[in-house]
Structure formats: C-alpha cells, structure tokens
C-alpha cells in the first residue's frame, strides 16, 4: 500500500471518529431516552398485570394506580407534539354561531366547521314507501371530513404537526369565534372565525405567534381539505354530474375537474384566488384575501350503493403576511347574484354551461325568468310564460318555415303526377322532383333553417333547468320537485334506461310531439321513402326513456312548447297564409328567367351524376348475369 493510501484511510477513521464525538447524545438526552422507554416499560408491565389478574369484590372495585399510566401517555404526547402535547389530547366541544340565513357549527376537535346548517332549504329524502320526507339541509357534516394545516415544528416526528389533531380552546364574543393552542412561552396558534348579517360568508384568519422559537419556519401554510359530499338530491344523477370541484386562477377564467369521471387537477404553481367544492344546488368556497400559491385538486368517485356522493380534496398553499394568513369560505346556494356580487367570477360555480349554451342560460333565459318570477310566485307558470315569450321571439323564423312547407303543399299534385309517370324508377321521379322544385323556387331545406336555428335555445334550455336553484322543489301541478323528474307513478320494477317510475310530463311531450309531427309533415310525401312515415312517430316514443329522467321543469317547457308549436301551425297554415297568393307567387317565379349555378343546380347535377353512375353499375351487374 502506497504512501497515499495510507494517507487517505487514516483521514477517513479521523472524520469518522469526529463525526462520532460530535454526534453522539448528551448526558440529558441519554437519560430522557431513558425515562421515555422505562416509562414504557412501566405500561405494558402494568397492562400485562391487569390482564393475567381478574379481581372480583362483590360489587368493590378495586383502585388502579393510573399516575405512571398518565405519565408515560404524557411523554408519548410530547415526543409526538413537543410544546403542543397539552393540546394533543382533549374532550370534543362545539360551539354554534348563525344568522338568518345559517347556522354554523364548529368543533374544538382542530378548531374547524364540522357542519352547516341552511336554513331556507331542505334535504328531501324517499322512503322504503315511496314517501318523501324534509329534513334539515347540512353541509360539511360528514364525520370522515377534514380541514387542517401543517406547520414545522423541531423535535416531532418528520418535523411537523398537524392541527387536525390538536384540541383548541375555544372563545365566543358575538359573532366571532376564536379558537387557540397554547404552546407556553407565549407563543400559540389561533383561528378566527367571524360570520356576517345576512350572507353566507365566513371570515376565516390563522395568527401564529411565537412558533419561530419552536422551529416553525415562516413563509406559508398549507391547507388540506376533504369533503366528503352527501347525497342530498331526488335525482340522483344529475347531482353526480354537476358535482365538482371548481378554481380560479388569478388571471385566468373558472375551471373546475371532470364532473363525470374521477380526475386531478394542479395549477401547476399559478396563483389561485378561490377553490370551491360544489355540489349541484350548493358550495362550499374557499377563497383567499390575496392568492393561494399552489394547488392540487382531486375527485374520487364512489360506489352507487354508497351514502357519500363523491370525496373532494384540495390542497392549496397559502403565503403568511408576517404570522397571519386571511381568507374568507362562501358556504351556500348556487345563487347566481349573491355569487356574482363577489365579483370574482364564482357565479360560473352554476354549470349553465361554457359555450354558447351557457352565454345564453347567463344573459337571456336567466333575466327573463327572474323578470317574471319577480311578479309570479309560480314557477310552473313562469317556464309558461317563458315558453310563450321564447316562441313569440321565434314566431318570425316559424312563419318563414311554415311558409315554405305550404309552398311543397301547394305542388303535391304536381309531384303526385311525376310519379304516375315514373312508378317505377324512384330515381327518376327524385330528379323531376327536383326540377319542379327548382322550376318553381321552392327550396325542399326551407322548413329545416329555421329549426337549425333554434337548436341553441333548446340545447341551452336543457342545461338551464336542473342547474338553477330557483326550480329545486318548486312544486307545480303534480311535479314536486321541477329541477327532478316527475312522478305520476312508481313501477314495481325497473326498467333498463327508462327507470322506475313514470313521467306524466314526458309522456304528455311525446304525445304532443306525434301530433306536432303530423301538421307539420302533411306537406311531405312519403311515398319515395315510406320507412320515414313510420320513423318521424316513432322517435317520440324511442326518447321517453330518455326524457324520463329529465327535469320536469324541462319536460313541462317542451309539452308547453309543442301545445303552442301546434296552435302556431294551425292558426298559421288554416289563416294567416294566403293558399291562392302561394299559388300565383309559384307561377309568377315559374315564368322568370332562371339563374344559371345556383344551389339547385348543383344539387340537380349531382344526383344526376348520382343517377349515372348507378345506371353503370347496375349495367355492369346485368353483364356479370349473363356471362
């Protein structure tokens, strides 16, 4: 071995040995390691004792020294929480602020809500009976829910604690409530909860004091919260599928994760002003008095037998203004008002929905029913009057369909004699048909556009039901419930897709829809393609086991819809429209010189070109035949 080996062994054994004097414990640290594990010791002698010994004294119990019991719990406590361990251990407490509009109430148990009552609105349940029943509407009240922060803390286990697990001393004055741990030597942790006067809103404040000399280093908290959410609506399904957790980055618009599936989102370091765990009706905000600097959010869906809806789990990071940390939670309804006058976008917590759908639901349909319902107690006769409103606004696009339907009825004869001549070639009498179309300036689309064009309207409509506020247990007629399905009727089984009950509403929809169906296709000839005589009345029954399920509020509109889409074309078609002006309109246009490549053209070009090539392959067959 060389000189430098020798060299470099001897300074790995020197560095061993400092790093062994410098380490190693203090006479103190030896003896409290000590006295923690006689203490121990102590314990499970003392447990031993008692189970191998049954003592039995008529009746006398017989006193057990429980003093060195206590103190081994107490030097456990202190080796897991250091200055909090006379925090670690307690008796629960609740206190109970409200207002108004709801009663909030808190737990000693990490100094956290642990429910909240709203009292303007009920949870409705069904019995084994079929029987409905109102109870108290509570948020957050599930016992599995979490709501804590970690803090750094040296000599604990992985050099933090967590509050969830600390017994808080609470104080109420007024309205406001302060929970505080005691860490001795001045310095502890206290969490301030103010509620305010008819609002929703809870002031929420963290103030740590004096946690520096603990080893708490200062910067910012992280807040972890779990929330499992209950299922406390009729229609099961469309709670599952408006329930998520929604977010807002500072310069961003909302986003929220899948409401469907179980998904995580992370902001990815961006800034967040607010998290809020929705249900369909209800929320639950966190929002901060400046940002959230981190945030994960995730979604675990559970099983369809299960009491809880979904869990939800937001982690965010909180900065500390010197000790402090202020936010504020919105626990209430989906109002889209009292959200908006926040003004930090949290009325998009509503799912109108985020397209041109949800611009419509927002700013159209929303004003116009709170215009009526502010005069109109009745929700069932509002969506009445909104349905008239809505087709008096379209009636234009209507008459424009109707119009161009009396036209195709205006040359039924003619098409019926094009087919006399051509019995057998349907193709043939497509391409006459055609022509006479365009001989005479009747588009066979015309009725189509004005339908495409309500499409939005619709489709909105179908958001705007369920994921209002306003319908949930609004009772019309036999609908107890108009953001639900009604029911007429409970089956003594289920039936796949279409459920165990009955709809009156869909049904009446589909019933109107068949007659609808019929004044609106008498222009048609089926002849060319009979199959669709049978198909236009059989969609209306197909789709009742879709609409089943729906909401009635949106089920009612459409039966309300088709009674005057009924009455509209009747009226239309029987008095407003000139059957002898139909007439001599088409003859006037048959006699104007006709413009080359219009759109006419070029679909009569095409089935001709359609036309030969079918007559080549049926050419080609007949030669294959004979060969």
Same mark, same amino acid.
């Given at each position: 071995?060389?000189?430098?080996?020798?060299?470099?062994?001897?300074?790995?054994?020197?560095?061993?040995?400092?790093?062994?004097?410098?380490?190693?414990?203090?006479?103190?640290?030896?003896?409290?390691?000590?006295?923690?594990?006689?203490?121990?010791?102590?314990?499970?002698?003392?447990?031993?004792?008692?189970?191998?010994?049954?003592?039995?004294?008529?009746?006398?119990?017989?006193?057990?020294?429980?003093?060195?019991?206590?103190?081994?719990?107490?030097?456990?406590?202190?080796?897991?929480?250091?200055?909090?361990?006379?925090?670690?251990?307690?008796?629960?407490?609740?206190?109970?602020?409200?207002?108004?509009?709801?009663?909030?109430?808190?737990?000693?148990?990490?100094?956290?809500?642990?429910?909240?009552?709203?009292?303007?609105?009920?949870?409705?349940?069904?019995?084994?009976?079929?029987?409905?029943?109102?109870?108290?509407?509570?948020?957050?009240?599930?016992?599995?829910?979490?709501?804590?922060?970690?803090?750094?803390?040296?000599?604990?286990?992985?050099?933090?604690?967590?509050?969830?697990?600390?017994?808080?001393?609470?104080?109420?004055?007024?309205?406001?409530?302060?929970?505080?741990?005691?860490?001795?030597?001045?310095?502890?942790?206290?969490?301030?909860?103010?509620?305010?006067?008819?609002?929703?809103?809870?002031?929420?404040?963290?103030?740590?004091?004096?946690?520096?000399?603990?080893?708490?280093?200062?910067?910012?908290?992280?807040?972890?919260?779990?929330?499992?959410?209950?299922?406390?609506?009729?229609?099961?399904?469309?709670?599952?599928?408006?329930?998520?957790?929604?977010?807002?980055?500072?310069?961003?618009?909302?986003?929220?994760?899948?409401?469907?599936?179980?998904?995580?989102?992370?902001?990815?370091?961006?800034?967040?002003?607010?998290?809020?765990?929705?249900?369909?009706?209800?929320?639950?905000?966190?929002?901060?008095?400046?940002?959230?600097t981190k945030g994960n959010m995730e979604?675990?869906?559970?099983?369809?037998?299960?009491?809880?809806?979904?869990?939800?789990?937001?982690?965010?990071?909180?900065?500390?203004?010197?000790?402090?940390?202020?936010?504020?939670?919105?626990?209430?309804?989906?109002?889209?008002?009292?959200?908006?006058?926040?003004?930090?976008?949290?009325?998009?917590?509503?799912?109108?929905?985020?397209?041109?759908?949800?611009?419509?639901?927002?700013?159209?349909?929303?004003?116009?029913?709170?215009?009526?319902?502010?005069?109109?107690?009745?929700?069932?006769?509002?969506?009445?009057?909104?349905?008239?409103?809505?087709?008096?606004?379209?009636?234009?696009?209507?008459?424009?369909?109707?119009?161009?339907?009396?036209?195709?009825?205006?040359?039924?004869?003619?098409?019926?004699?094009?087919?006399?001549?051509?019995?057998?070639?349907?193709?043939?009498?497509?391409?006459?048909?055609?022509?006479?179309?365009?001989?005479?300036?009747?588009?066979?689309?015309?009725?189509?556009?004005?339908?495409?064009?309500? %499409? /939005? #309207?619709? @489709?909105?409509?179908?958001?705007?039901?369920? +994921? !209002?506020?306003?319908?949930?247990?609004?009772? *019309?007629?036999?609908?107890?419930?108009?953001?639900?399905?009604?029911?007429?009727?409970?089956?003594?089984?289920?039936?796949?897709?279409?459920?165990?009950?009955?709809?009156?509403?869909?049904?009446l929809w589909a019933l109107t829809t068949?007659?609808?169906?019929?004044?609106?296709?008498?222009?048609?000839?089926?002849?060319?393609?009979?199959?669709?005589?049978?198909?236009?009345?059989? %969609? /209306? #029954?197909? @789709?009742?086991?879709?609409?089943?399920?729906? +909401? !009635?509020?949106?089920?009612?509109?459409?039966? *309300?819809?088709?009674?005057?889409?009924?009455?509209?074309?009747?009226?239309?078609?029987?008095?407003?429209?000139?059957?002898?002006?139909?007439?001599?309109?088409?003859?006037?246009?048959?006699?104007?010189?006709?413009?080359?490549?219009?759109?006419?053209?070029?679909?009569?070009?095409?089935?001709?070109?359609?036309?030969?090539?079918?007559?080549?392959?049926?050419?080609?067959?007949?030669?294959?035949?004979?060969?």
């Amino acid at each position: 071995m060389d000189k430098s080996n020798i060299t470099g062994l001897v300074l790995i054994m020197l560095l061993v040995v400092a790093w062994s004097w410098f380490t190693k414990p203090s006479a103190e640290e030896i003896q409290r390691d000590q006295e923690i594990q006689d203490s121990l010791r102590n314990v499970e002698e003392e447990r031993a004792r008692l189970e191998r010994e049954t003592v039995v004294d008529l009746g006398e119990s017989i006193p057990i020294d429980t003093s060195e019991t206590d103190s081994a719990k107490q030097v456990l406590l202190q080796r897991e929480f250091g200055a909090f361990a006379n925090n670690a251990s307690g008796e629960p407490k609740l206190y109970t602020l409200e207002n108004d509009l709801f009663k909030v109430v808190f737990t000693n148990k990490g100094g956290r809500i642990k429910e909240v009552e709203l009292k303007n609105y009920q949870k409705l349940t069904i019995d084994s009976n079929r029987v409905e029943h109102k109870s108290p509407l509570k948020l957050l009240e599930d016992d599995k829910n979490k709501f804590d922060f970690d803090l750094n803390i040296a000599g604990v286990p992985g050099g933090k604690i967590n509050t969830d697990k600390l017994y808080f001393g609470g104080q109420m004055s007024g309205n406001t409530i302060i929970f505080k741990a005691d860490a001795g030597n001045g310095a502890y942790i206290e969490q301030k909860y103010t509620i305010t006067p008819d609002d929703y809103t809870i002031d929420y404040d963290i103030n740590l004091v004096g946690l520096e000399a603990l080893g708490h280093r200062a910067g910012s908290l992280n807040i972890n919260w779990v929330n499992w959410l209950d299922r406390i609506e009729h229609n099961t399904d469309y709670e599952t599928n408006y329930t998520s957790i929604y977010f807002k980055e500072i310069d961003n618009d909302p986003d929220h994760c899948s409401c469907t599936a179980a998904d995580t989102e992370d902001a990815d370091g961006k800034p967040l002003k607010w998290v809020s765990h929705s249900n369909q009706f209800f929320n639950s905000t966190l929002i901060a008095d400046n940002f959230f600097t981190k945030g994960n959010m995730e979604i675990e869906l559970t099983d369809e037998t299960s009491e809880d809806l979904k869990k939800l789990n937001s982690s965010v990071e909180i900065p500390l203004n010197g000790n402090t940390a202020s936010m504020q939670f919105y626990i209430g309804p989906n109002e889209f008002k009292r959200l908006a006058s926040y003004n930090l976008d949290m009325e998009d917590i509503i799912p109108y929905g985020s397209s041109i759908f949800g611009t419509i639901n927002r700013w159209i349909i929303r004003p116009i029913f709170n215009f009526l319902s502010s005069f109109i107690s009745s929700a069932g006769i509002v969506i009445l009057l909104l349905t008239f409103l809505v087709k008096i606004a379209l009636y234009p696009l209507t008459y424009k369909m109707l119009y161009s339907q009396s036209k195709m009825s205006a040359l039924k004869p003619r098409l019926s004699k094009l087919k006399e001549k051509n019995p057998d070639d349907a193709q043939a009498v497509q391409m006459e048909t055609m022509k006479l179309y365009r001989e005479f300036g009747v588009n066979p689309l015309g009725g189509c556009f004005p339908i495409a064009l309500q %499409m /939005p #309207i619709w @489709f909105a409509l179908y958001r705007f039901f369920p +994921a !209002s506020i306003e319908f949930r247990q609004a009772s *019309f007629l036999w609908a107890t419930d108009l953001s639900s399905y009604d029911v007429i009727a409970y089956l003594p089984f289920n039936i796949p897709f279409y459920g165990e009950h009955i709809s009156l509403f869909t049904i009446l929809w589909a019933l109107t829809t068949v007659i609808y169906t019929y004044y609106n296709t008498k222009h048609m000839d089926m002849a060319v393609n009979p199959m669709m005589k049978y198909m236009q009345y059989f %969609m /209306p #029954i197909m @789709f009742l086991f879709f609409f089943n399920n729906f +909401a !009635s509020g949106l089920s009612c509109y459409l039966f *309300f819809s088709n009674l005057m889409n009924i009455t509209q074309t009747i009226v239309t078609k029987n008095y407003l429209i000139d059957k002898k002006k139909i007439e001599k309109e088409l003859e006037d246009y048959r006699k104007k010189p006709k413009k080359k490549g219009g759109f006419q053209d070029r679909l009569a070009e095409a089935m001709k070109q359609a036309q030969a090539a079918q007559a080549e392959r049926e050419k080609n067959v007949n030669k294959k035949k004979k060969k």
